[in-house]
């Protein structure tokens, strides 16, 4: 599968190149094939350091993300909280207004109260006012008179007394609407000093209101503006994205420019055909090479570099039948395996995770010896592959294929 897309990759950019120059003509476009390999590691270094740039941005900007994300939640949670507060004080708040209107009635109601009481008074007083008249009219000129008119002493009694009866009993009524009275007053005096003190109540319930409303506006602006916040850094990530996603497709036409160097190197060698029988691809399922054999970076790369999605701990395969004579430690092969193969061919296996062979062990061909990893000098997870020819590193490239 993955070879099959491979040589897809190489025909599609061979058929580029073919139009290319045939459209063109006599202008020397600079074509995939025609870079030299250095100039191709030159891109990929390029690449990947965009890709890396974008995969930091990226990572950045999500954890932006991640802690806008959780102060907004903070948020949320505080507004929610005080809105809780505000509703149970508006709640009091309403039943304090019941309150003072039942309160206000009850004092409506005393009002009227007092003012029948008011009118009773005015009624009695009144009616004795009449009566007193009615006994002067029905006298001579005054009260006196009339005590003095009378015809005995038993009707000056009478009358003396029935006078004093007529003013005790009018005092009396008087008097007790008038106590009556004032006792109401006090009733009303104690509703409204209740009143007032629940529309005390009141307003520090309505300052506690409007404090939290006046935090909870700033919270709900902080809210805002974190979504606004959030929204750039969305924009932001986008463009990150972006960056990164034109990066791979920029790495992987670059590696197929690479593959396709390599395929047409590795044509062009004389004694790779016969090689290719006796070796086979050290890394089953993976064939992506991250860095071939070759110059590199102001030095020279013994070996080629074969990676892929997924790759570590997958198994090593000794490339021929053989006996292992290194398997160990180093600074930078880390963990690694060479395996001799007799008539002067070694191969070699390093960065793995886990060895699997000994020193003197017999290897067939095929046989798993060694899980992929990253150890020694190494920036990720890959298998570190060397063919030696009496000693002597060759390019792997004109003994294997994936
Ligand atoms: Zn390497």
């Avoid at 700033?218 to 929204?231: C, F, P, V």
Wanted: glycine share 6%.
């Amino acid at each position: 599968m993955k070879k099959k897309r491979i040589w897809a990759l190489i025909t599609a950019l061979c058929l580029t190149c073919t139009v290319g120059f045939g459209m063109t003509g006599e202008q020397p476009i600079k074509v995939s094939a025609a870079d030299s390999l250095s100039e191709i590691q030159q891109k990929q270094k390029e690449i990947q350091k965009k890709l890396n740039e974008a995969k930091s941005n990226l990572n950045s900007v999500n954890k932006q993300i991640g802690a806008e994300k959780q102060k907004q939640e903070a948020l949320d949670n505080q507004i929610s909280l005080n809105q809780q507060k505000i509703n149970v004080l508006q709640q009091s708040i309403s039943a304090m207004n019941a309150d003072i209107a039942d309160k206000n009635n009850q004092i409506a109601q005393k009002e009227e109260d007092i003012a029948n009481k008011e009118i009773e008074i005015t009624d009695t007083y009144e009616a004795f006012k009449k009566r007193m008249r009615a006994m002067y009219m029905a006298g001579e000129n005054s009260s006196l008179e009339m005590l003095l008119s009378a015809e005995s002493f038993s009707d000056f009694l009478t009358n003396a007394e029935m006078m004093k009866a007529i003013s005790a009993h009018d005092q009396q009524l008087v008097e007790d609407l008038r106590a009556q009275k004032a006792a109401i007053e006090e009733e009303k005096t104690g509703i409204e000093q209740d009143k007032a003190a629940i529309e005390q109540r009141k307003q520090e319930i309505i300052i506690q209101r409007e404090d939290i409303k006046a935090t909870q506006s700033e919270l709900e602006q902080a809210y805002a503006q974190s979504k606004d916040a959030m929204q750039d850094y969305g924009a932001l990530k986008d463009q990150y994205e972006n960056n990164r996603d034109a990066a791979l497709a920029e790495e992987k036409a670059v590696e197929a420019e690479l593959q396709n160097w390599y395929k047409t190197h590795s044509s062009n060698s004389s004694d790779g055909s016969t090689a290719n029988s006796q070796f086979i691809w050290p890394l089953p399922g993976y064939s992506r090479i991250s860095s071939p054999y070759g110059s590199r970076w102001g030095g020279f790369h013994t070996g080629m570099d074969i990676t892929g999605g997924g790759v570590f701990g997958a198994n090593i395969v000794a490339a021929a039948s053989g006996t292992v004579i290194q398997s160990t430690s180093h600074y930078s092969y880390g963990n690694y395996i060479i395996v001799d193969h007799g008539g002067g061919y070694s191969t070699l296996y390093a960065h793995a995770s886990q060895l699997l062979v000994s020193i003197g062990q017999k290897v067939e061909q095929g046989q798993t010896i060694a899980k992929v990893g990253s150890t020694g000098n190494s920036t990720g997870p890959h298998l570190h592959f060397e063919v030696r020819v009496n000693g002597k590193h060759q390019n792997p490239a004109n003994y294997v294929h994936a």
